[in-house]
């Protein structure tokens, strides 16, 4: 009975993990097909001591996921205690919070590209929030390029944690709050005590999700930066893609995706068991 889709697994899953394995372990460059053959763990050893831009773009996917998480976080948990309240024009006001999430990463793109644009006039009132000087495209200046790629994936990331904290507020039960209310406890209060504790699970989950889709976003850094100036956007991803798809070196990038997996395998195992998620759950 289940035949169907254990063949369907190994063909479309398991096998093309187990060709990155393989290829990870291979001299294989399209472009230089004389050195193919066996390397052993060669471009493991080439990434960790003769590869700096490997640690550079490792650091700045740190940083990229630890900025896109924390902030998402924060600005989603807001709108979603914002627009959970009652008030006049709530399901326009919410339609306008979540529709970001509805564009594709490359039309948003084109809308920031413009934005950014020092022709258009809108860099004037971003160089007013500190990005970009106005006169300047901030995309090709290495010190504002990653602040403006990460303020464009904040508008189309906020609404994935608002969607989902906003679906677990309205799930918590009405008693609770008429029970701080008759204990005395202020708005803060009912948020730390009541609220706070009812989403910590949705929290979880959702940092982790968008942890996970952060680390390996390329879209969005490929379509506005290409990883310039300066690799100063390259994220490790992207530095996969670069030399899978552009420099046709199959085993070194497939080296490089193998530690990506094993990074992610990593950090999901520790962090659901620094956060107990299922304990939180129950």
């Known amino acids: 009975m289940i035949a169907p889709t254990v063949v369907l697994i190994a063909a479309f899953l398991l096998y093309p993990i187990g060709s990155v394995f393989y290829y990870s372990l291979q001299n294989y460059n399209v472009t230089q097909p004389y050195d193919d053959g066996f390397a ?17 773009s490792l650091r700045t996917t740190v940083i990229w996921v630890v900025a896109q998480v924390v902030l998402q976080l924060l600005l989603g948990l807001l709108l979603a205690l914002i627009v959970n309240e009652r008030f006049k024009a709530r399901g326009f006001v ?56 990460i303020v464009a994936e ?26 701080a209310n008759t204990d005395g406890a202020g708005r803060w209060q009912r948020f730390r005590y009541v609220t706070l504790p009812h989403l910590r699970g949705a929290i979880v989950l959702t ?60 950090f999901s195992v520790v962090f659901l068991r620094v956060t107990k998620y299922n304990a939180g759950r129950d």
């Open 40 to 56: 052993g763990l060669a471009n493991f050893r080439h990434m960790f001591t003769a590869d700096p831009l490997f640690w550079q």
């Open 94 to 149: 919410r339609a306008l919070v979540f529709s970001p999430w509805a564009v594709s990463g490359v039309l948003a793109t084109g809308i920031w590209v413009l934005l950014y644009n020092p022709t258009t006039g809108a860099a004037h009132a971003l160089s007013l929030m500190g990005i970009g000087s106005g006169d300047t495209a901030v995309l090709s200046q290495p010190t504002s390029a990653f602040i403006a790629v």
């Open 154 to 179: 904040l508008w189309r990331g906020v609404p994935f944690f608002a969607i989902l904290i906003l679906a677990d507020l309205q799930s918590v039960p009405a008693d609770l709050y008429e029970a």
């Open 207 to 266: 940092c982790l999700l968008r942890a996970v889709w952060e680390f390996n976003n390329v879209d969005l850094i490929y379509t506005m930066t290409g990883g310039g100036p300066a690799n100063e956007t390259t994220t490790l991803p992207l530095y996969v893609a670069r030399q899978a798809l552009t420099d046709f070196n199959f085993g070194y990038g497939s080296a490089l995706t193998v530690v990506s997996f094993l990074i992610l395998l990593v």
